[in-house]
T-cell receptor
Framework: KAGVTQTPRYLIKTRGQQVTLSCSPISGHRSVSWYQQTPGQGLQFLFEYFSETQRNKGNFPGRFSGRQFSNSRSEMNVSTLELGDSALYLC????????????FGPGTRLTVL | TQLLEQSPQFLSIQEGENLTVYCNSSSVFSSLQWYRQEPGEGPVLLVTVVTGGEVKKLKRLTFQFGDARKDSSLHITAAQPGDTGLYLCAGDGGSEKLVFGKGTKLTVNP
């Protein structure tokens, strides 16, 4: 069974630009969650999608958004990038609920210059 | 806001030593999960504990959930270099979100 895949693995952007990250969950998993990981704040929950609907959201500004497609693949978008957005962005999929076993992808390393 | 505090933040030990890392909160969690994350990879689930006082063993790793379900510990016996990684605890606070601690970065030197 293929794991969670994320593309791209590495990304370098400049302040003010926008970025789109992609996540393909494990086949059959309907819940996709996104997290931001930084050395200072650790792993912070961004949002969760289930059946194409945002089911839950963390405490991040509206510049961070996402969506889920009918095949459960998900994208997240960050607009008007700031230096502080530099982080590892992790996607995790689970069968139905966030609290089910989550399988994480390898992440996308975003650097904002 | 539910918070999980992990200690120590960093731990560097020699192969063969024992160690314990802690995950504490003032909030009650219905379950706690432990993950290990290696450089360049996402976290991988090690165990989920759901009952207060529960102890689970996974080879040389022993996980304990506190009686009040506010804290947990991970004990590693005879650590090996392959145990090196970032150990994260995550709690289910009942709001359909997982709250993560900041992690303990473990280095086991040969």
């Amino acid at each position: 069974k293929a794991g969670v895949t994320q593309t791209p693995r590495y990304l370098i952007k400049t302040r003010g630009q926008q970025v789109t990250l992609s996540c393909s969950p494990i086949s059959g998993h309907r819940s996709v969650s996104w997290y931001q990981q930084t050395p200072g704040q650790g792993l912070q929950f961004l949002f969760e999608y289930f059946s194409e609907t945002q089911r839950n959201k963390g405490n991040f500004p509206g510049r961070f958004s996402g969506r889920q497609f009918s095949n459960s693949r998900s994208e997240m978008n960050v607009s008007t990038l700031e230096l502080g957005d530099s982080a590892l962005y992790l996607c995790a999929s689970s069968r139905d609920r966030v609290t089910d076993t989550q399988y994480f992808g390898p992440g996308t390393r975003l650097t904002v210059l | 806001t539910q918070l999980l505090e992990q200690s120590p933040q960093f731990l560097s030990i020699q192969e063969g030593e024992n160690l314990t890392v802690y995950c504490n909160s003032s909030s009650v969690f219905s379950s706690l999960q432990w993950y290990r994350q290696e450089p360049g990879e996402g976290p991988v689930l090690l165990v989920t504990v759901v009952t207060g006082g529960e102890v689970k063993k996974l080879k040389r790793l022993t996980f304990q959930f506190g009686d009040a379900r506010k804290d947990s510990s991970l004990h590693i016996t005879a650590a090996q270099p392959g145990d090196t990684g970032l150990y994260l605890c995550a709690g289910d606070g009942g709001s359909e979100k997982l709250v993560f601690g900041k992690g303990t970065k473990l280095t086991v030197n040969p």
